[in-house]
């Protein structure tokens, strides 16, 4: 059946603002979604109040409202255009909540606005546990023993009629919140009470919980017609009883017996089809025993794009979400491209000849004194993801994907060696149990007893101890004696040069020649959906060692942009944000657009974003090959946050172009003993400070600054280990802290100025000239990190004295960093005095919510003066609106329910909202700006 003619125009819902358990893989999908509805001549109209992300850009929509995610703002929009449809499954949770809502409401009916993409019925059905588990039943699904629990009493008479360990999961909520796993009763009570307390209805659904079984997924696509494709199957490589959020997976499924993987395979699709008759995406969960007669028990279905759906997009080249939008519109898998092949029906099931690894990543030292624990209640703030052809080399590439200092799993010195701690972290799993393990096998702990602490599946586990076989091999040599079978052996299986080197007692630096000179070199796959059966038109690699190299290298001048990771606290979604942007500013030059990142959740590595896109980790030997095969006029390092940054230095030793601003000058306003000169050959006033590298150097420069003092490491990002102290012992004990977490990095110490109003610019400069992009006042005080605070664009109470010493000292600090590109500065403002706090030259945090607040992409006007293909003068800037822009700092402390909800100079937030207002008096800035104030002086 074609698409239905009678649809014009779509209203997208997004997510809202990013928070643990719904992240940036929704505007992900958001944006596929716009993007492939467009091309069926579709108006596209996005409602979601981020301003971080690409999703909320014009160059995604046609319509962009960056407003709450209530029901008035949807019935606005309905009367200001003809909607014809609803697209609520892109947008996680939040959006279909207020679907839901806008439905019981009648909003939908009065407007003639239709539902596409899932059916409410299926929706109340997933989420009314008894309900769920009654139809599951019905079609012969088996289930955990389980009841659902509307009041305390219920759910105690639940718990004693199954026994413990229990479950907990409250209704209607996302990444598990209030979920928990109770071994014994005395922590029932509170955690039944806060479960009922979570859920919207009151309502939670308690399980015999099923600990040491394998949990999986599979991506399901079905359309009209009733065709139905799994489009990915994904193993839990940590067992049940660990949110699939916050477990290491891998695709496809590597221990599931074929027998049972159809029988999955069928279930899932008996799932999907009873749950109602809706076109589009679906996740189903499952849990198998860990036992040879692999009994299978469904966990959960969602009939929409999920979580794991970008990571099974990116896993599987299959675009899901593109494709579910297609389908929403009445259009058969029949009927649609391969989107890869673009030659081939979309009516197949992928096949990999490769396989991924997911790798969570955490930021739990942003809550000191929080359960680190892993459960039912998702933690994590980002995710990794490395492609390789055996699970070993994927392995291996997502942990150097991580950026946690580590180069890999194993064969860097980290090891852990005590075993009491070892056994400890095998049983109660935590942000670094795959490192353990990796340690305990080391140790010579039996695999009897890793199993019985950990339920991992001893196939893993056998993989792991072979590459600790492999090192005590490469360990037996010198750089001079080793084998060119064992140097190909280890970098087949993902060693890193610089794990080699360690194992070898050298430098990397002489591994990397070594090879080179054996005739080990890195060689690029596609990922083409088909195993190479037939031809791929999209340039979508990864990396491995074999022989055939599938990437062909133009004559086109080419420009690399460097992505940023992982995303966690200080370091998210606004960074792939100004990647994208500056990919789509390079394409408008004429240069072909290379994007080097590791993140499956971002719109940077979907595979049409960049000319060609390198899944690769933003790891020195990853990027250096793929310069080296390129070989591009430059690479942008000022969009991608720290992690691009960091590759600035190795960049200019190696004599690889840095366009934009040099890396002289990112050097520069990183030391601060260099910048503090140049503010004061240019009389720009700045806080007393000093530079330390030990606590005796600290304490001793403390009485030359006074207290309080401003204690913080050089080259980190979202105020990593920033702290305020008031005396010497919390001096020392803060410095002693740093050197041991973060190694030889300097530490900075400035005089804190108490009291003072905190404010930031953001520009733009060629070199010669600066355009001033924004100046925000920060609600609170200085003190309170810039990511954690309301702002305020543009001020609202500065005066042009103040205002006036702000652009001047932006101007000079842009012209004496000789800037090309973006910059921010921060100040601090006291007896209307500006202080310099620091200076970035690059891409910030706050660029994409200004570039919404006045609707001007600034970043694609940054990117093209880093090009050298345009000035300044050649933009013709949009004037200003009148009114203000609110950026409203989102936070995620259900899930650290243990931590204190106190704001400091170190970036707790997870996310942000906009919100617009038309003078001061507005109901929104007085109520926050009271209570914040209020807050702040308690």
Known sequence: MPKNTSIKSVLIIGSGPIVIGQACEFDYAGSQAAKSLREEGIEVTIINSNPATIMTDTVVADNIYLQPLEPESIVEILKKHKIDAVLPTMGGQTALNLCIQCDEMGIWEEHGVDIIGVDIAAIEITENREAFRELMLKIGVGMAPQKTAKSFLEGKEIAQEFGFPLCIRPSYTLGGSGAAILHEPKEFDNLLERGLHLSPIHEVMIDKALLGWKEYELELLRDANDNVVIICSIENFDPMGIHTGDSITVAPAMTLSDTTFQRMRDMAILMMRSIGNFAGGCNVQFAISPDEKEDIIAIEINPRVSRSSALASKATGYPIAKIAAKLAIGYHLTELNNQITKTTSALFEPTLDYVIVKIPRWNFNKFPGTDRKLGLQMKSVGEVMGIGRSFQEALQKACQSLEINRNGLGADGRELTNQDEILHSLEFASWNRLFHIYDAIKLGIPFKKIVEKTKIDIWFLKQIEDLIKLERRIEKFHLESIPKELMFEAKQKGYADRQVAHLLRCLESEVYTKRIEQGINRVYKLVDTCAGEFEAQTPYYYSTFEYENESVSSDKKKVIVLGSGPNRIGQGIEFDYSCVHGVLAAKECGYETIMINCN???????????????????????????????????????????????????????????????????????????????????????????????????????????????????????????????????????????????????????????????????????????????????????????????????????????????????VKIALALRTVGLMNIQFAIKDDKVYVIEANPRASRTVPFIAKAYNEPYVNYATKIMLGEKKLSDFNFNPRKEGYAIKIPVFSYEKFPDVKKELGPEMKSTGEAIRFIKNLKDPFFTKIYSERNMHLSK
């Not at 790891?619 to 942008?636: S, T």
């Not at 530079?691 to 420069?701: D, G, K």
């Not at 543009?794 to 010493?805: A, E, I, R, T």
Request: net charge negative; proline share 5%.
């Open 600 to 810: 499956p959740e971002t719109v940077s590595t979907d595979f049409d974003t960049a000319d060609k896109l390198y899944f690769e980790p933003v790891f020195w030997e990853h990027v250096y090959d793929i310069i080296r095969h390129e070989k591009p006029v430059g690479v942008i390092v000022q969009l991608g946050g720290q992690t691009a940054l960091k590759m600035a230095e190795k960049l200019e030793r190696y004599g690889i172009k840095i366009l934009g601003t040099s890396y002289e000058a990112l050097d520069l306003a990183e030391d601060r003993g260099r910048f503090s000169k140049v503010l004061e050959e240019n009389n720009i006033p700045f806080p007393k400070y000093g530079i330390v590298e030990s606590a005796e150097q600290a304490l001793e420069l403390s009485d030359d600054l006074g207290f309080p003092l401003l204690v913080r490491p050089s080259y980190v990002l979202g105020g990593q280990k920033m702290k305020i102290v008031i005396n010497k012992e919390e001096l020392e004990h803060h410095v002693v802290d740093i050197i041991n977490e973060m190694g030889n990095n300097q530490i900075l110490l400035d005089h804190f100025i108490g009291g003072a109003i905190e404010a930031e610019a953001d520009a733009i400069c060629d070199g010669e000239n600066v355009h001033i992009i924004g100046i925000m006042q920060h609600i609170e005080p200085a003190g309170i990190h810039s990511g954690d605070s309301y702002a305020v664009l543009p001020p609202y109470n500065l005066g042009d004295f103040v205002m006036q010493q702000i652009e001047d000292i932006t």
